[in-house]
């Protein structure tokens, strides 16, 4: 069975913006060794802020539009069966949902508000840094 990972929104942007970051090491390990999955929610999330003005300055509208798609057309998509209201945070929430939903391997996320909360039922919520640990063999 491939393993899946729900990767989060600034997870995902900063990982096309610094392409020598650890979270562009990240993403690539996700590929490696599984896939990354969605729920429309977080595409959405993902897609929406990606084309966000304020990038500009970092890459330009028409690739950014560009890695959306490829990241689209190569993804797993599912739908979240649970609705969870742990998270602080409750827009992470989504996150939670569809790692819960689909059994994921783990989360990667920088957020301080999905960190707190590792393992969450079993599921692991990883930095970046701490992935790239984790699953590099």
């Not at 990240?26 to 929610?41: E, M, N, P, R, T």
């Not at 599912?78 to 998270?87: G, P, R």
């Not at 989504?94 to 957020?111: G, K, P, R, V, W």
Request: proline letters at 4%; a negative charge; hydrophobic letters at 45%.
């Amino acid at each position: 069975m491939t393993d899946l990972f729900v990767i989060d929104t600034n997870v995902l942007i900063s990982a096309h913006l610094l392409p020598q970051s650890a979270t562009r090491q990240a993403y690539d390990l996700v590929w490696k060794k599984g896939i990354a999955v969605f729920s429309k929610a977080t595409f959405h999330e993902f897609a929406t802020t990606f084309t966000r003005e304020k990038f500009e300055r970092y890459q330009q509208l028409e690739n950014r539009l560009r890695m959306i798609g490829l990241i689209e057309d190569r993804s797993h998509f599912k739908e979240a069966t649970v609705q969870i209201t742990e998270c602080r945070d409750p827009k992470d929430n989504m996150f939670l949902e569809l790692a819960i939903s689909c059994a994921a391997s783990a989360i990667i996320s920088s957020d301080p508000d999905l960190l707190l909360l590792h393992p969450f039922r079993g599921i692991p919520i990883l930095s970046p840094a701490d992935f790239l640990n984790a699953f590099k063999q």
